[in-house]
């Protein structure tokens, strides 16, 4: 009876998606065409009749190819859930899209050869680089559900960084590169559709038939054995048909957020438990929700209907879903993050430490300052050459230096808060919050001081601190769901911001370059202000280190201690917020500097916090002034930006953290 029940709850939800799918598409079609000619048009328009041309060669391609794409994310998202038994488990969280949009872009700008052969080939190539490192880190963690999703959601991240560095630095492809990127459905013929069509349609006609086999996936590996199916071959097979379908759609018409999680999600919610009943209706509600979303952005974007990628609107419903399904989701895995934090770290002897840390800061300084290529390659500047360089490069060099140094203060003071090893300023959102302030201020003035800049970017750094902090109390501040909690954030704000890249604002390269951690525009007022800025933030953090020593030990042993728990958590939330936004006004808000600095710090075994906060200042001061030089010299007379750099040494080491074991 209860079956019958869910059966039917499934027809009737998928029903009503779809119902209101095709009442969205026949209102908007009726207001552009009447209903009498929708026929013709459809198959023969009117050469004469813009109406009907537009309907046939933009419209219905338009229509067709949401319905195919969201199909095939729809599928794609339940295979990945139920292969992997991970309810979390999506295209999007796992970096597919991501890793397959970058291996786009790098064919795209420097090797537009590869994309003659087949762009899935090139996009399928780049979604299993990513899937392997996300695996390889999943291997070592037992696949536990948060492992898999977090080591995705920060390959994402880092794959959307340096998909953003390449636009950089190719100019004149900047805006086609992010509308095509965030997901536009906009068409102008039927190529797309051809393209999409067969491919969709034989991943479907695979999944009909390992559909039974992928039942088995619910056994043991002996139990299977018995039954003569190799599990780790059908899981692998059943992975492969997953990236190949992201790859696809992703290869088409970029990255379009949250269906491949959304659609399976929606199915098991409205009773479809059994896998068939799940391979059936996933793909139909993604092909529906993703035609209700583009109709609705449609509606609502009018004349910039062709600009506004819809793909970037669909994180705005999908990081909200996902928000929503944490607290009702357990996650296999869940608390071992907790439990390294609390791993015992050996001592360390301080003098000879910092004397070896400040001297590496020094001899970074000098290097990046006197060090340079230029035509004829590795130059040092004498005196006469470097009085010439020096109003360009000494900005650059204190710039770099104050914001790695604020960055790890900020992280060290995010772990401590949250009492989570892995929080910091960049995968916790909060630099994206900076980027909505930094959005704000370009809208409330046509050329934003940078004081306003300031202002605005540390409310938006202190909103998303302030939302993670309530999630935290919710959680009893999990680690694990802070951490999911703070990435949904950033997804759901990199759509706001991928919008207002898309829609062609003159101002668009400044905030890209801003995106990806640029120094380069640094001057003697940035420089100078970001100093004043930083001494009394980064002065501050000390008087706070009683607190920090006391509050991982507990809210009953803090309060013990005559500890203010309202008044801590909020003076350190607003320090870290406001230390975050002027570091990130200037490097961008993917530099991993706020993570790294933090933990090596931590390794080399400071662990109270006044010795953590002042090793961890000097660590992420060498991290940053090293990333700029080198990202003035790797691809000279081009500047590959200070944020990518760090990034790329950054997230290594995450994922190195995130392999180890505990022993």
């Known amino acids: 009876m209860q079956a019958e029940l869910r059966a039917h709850r499934a027809v009737l939800l998928t029903g009503a998606v779809m119902a209101l ?57 339940a295979l990945f859930q139920h292969i992997l038994r991970n309810p979390l488990a999506s295209p999007t969280t796992l970096g597919v899209e991501a890793g397959a949009q970058l291996a786009l872009t790098i064919a795209t700008v420097w090797a537009p050869f590869l994309l003659g052969g087949g762009r899935e080939m090139v996009a399928l190539a780049g979604g299993l680089a990513s899937t392997g490192v996300i695996f390889a880190v999943a291997w070592a963690r037992g696949f536990s559900s948060l492992s898999l999703v977090l080591t995705g959601l920060i390959t994402g991240l880092f794959c959307g960084s340096l998909t953003v560095a390449i636009r950089l630095l190719n100019q004149e492809y900047i805006t086609s590169l992010f509308i095509w990127g965030a997901g536009s459905l906009s068409q102008q013929d039927w190529s797309v559709v051809l393209y999409l069509l067969p491919r969709v349609a034989a991943a479907m006609a695979v999944t009909a038939l390992i559909a039974r086999p992928l039942n088995l996936l619910t056994l043991d590996d002996t139990s299977a054995g018995s039954l003569g199916v190799s599990l780790p071959l059908l899981r692998g097979g059943g992975l492969l048909l997953a990236v190949f379908l992201t790859s696809t759609v992703t290869s088409a018409v970029g990255v379009i957020g949250f269906i491949g999680l959304a659609a399976p999600q929606v199915a098991r919610l409205s009773g479809a438990r059994r896998l068939r009943d799940r391979l059936i209706l996933s793909p139909l509600i993604g092909g529906f929700l993703l035609v209700i979303v583009d109709q609705c952005v449609q509606a609502a974007s ?59 800061l020094i001899l970074a300084v000098i290097v990046a300052a006197v060090v340079g290529r230029g035509p004829d390659g590795f130059a040092v500047a004498d005196a006469d050459t470097f009085a010439l360089l020096a109003p360009w490069r000494l900005p650059r060099v204190a710039v770099a230096l104050m914001a790695g140094a604020m960055l790890a203060v900020a992280g060290v003071l ?73 990435i949904a954030l950033s997804a759901f704000m990199d759509a706001l911001v991928v919008s207002f890249l898309a829609v062609g604002d003159p101002r668009a390269s400044q905030l890209l370059a801003w995106i990806a951690g640029s120094t380069y525009r640094a001057d003697d007022g940035s420089a100078g202000m970001t100093l004043a800025v930083a001494m009394p933030l980064l002065a501050a953090a000390p008087l706070l280190s009683r607190w920090l020593d006391i509050l991982p030990l507990g809210e009953d042993a803090a309060r013990g201690l005559g500890v203010d728990l309202r008044l801590a958590r909020f003076s350190l939330m607003l320090l870290a917020a406001l230390l975050t936004a002027a570091a990130v006004l200037v490097t961008g808000p993917l530099s991993f500097v706020g993570l790294v600095g933090p933990h090596l710090a931590r390794m080399l075994g400071l662990n109270r916090a006044l010795p953590q906060l002042a090793a961890a200042a000097l660590i992420g001061a060498v991290l940053m002034v090293s990333a700029d030089w080198v990202g003035r010299l790797v691809i000279y007379p081009l500047q590959l930006p200070a944020g990518v750099v760090a990034a790329l040494i950054g997230v290594p080491y995450l994922i190195w953290h995130l392999m180890r074991r505990e022993r």
Request: glycine residues 10%; aromatic residues 8%; contains cysteine.
């Open 414 to 486: 995010i772990q401590r808060l949250t009492q989570n090893p892995m929080a910091s300023p960049e995968i916790l959102g909060i630099g994206t919050g900076v980027a909505l302030g930094l959005i704000v201020a370009m809208i409330l003035s046509p050329a934003p001081s940078r004081s306003l800049q300031f202002a605005t970017g540390s409310a938006g750094a202190l909103a998303v601190l302030a939302l993670l902090l309530w999630s935290g109390v919710r959680s009893r501040f999990s680690p694990d769901f802070l951490l999911l909690t703070g």
């Open 21 to 77: 799918a095709v009442g969205l598409v026949l209102v908007r079609a009726a207001g552009y065409l009447p209903p009498s000619s929708w026929f013709a048009a459809a198959f023969h328009p009117n050469a004469e009749n813009v109406r009907e041309l537009i309907f046939h060669y933009s419209s219905l391609p338009r229509l067709v190819t949401a319905l195919l794409c969201g199909m095939g994310l729809g599928l794609a998202g």
């Open 302 to 360: 009018g004349e910039f209907a062709e600009l506004l990628p819809t793909g970037a609107v669909t994180a705005l419903f999908g990081a909200p879903l996902l928000l929503w399904l944490l607290p009702r989701l357990r996650l296999a895995g869940a608390g071992w993050l907790a439990e390294r934090a609390t791993a015992p770290a050996r001592r360390a002897r301080q003098t000879p430490l910092f004397a070896i840390l400040s001297g590496l």
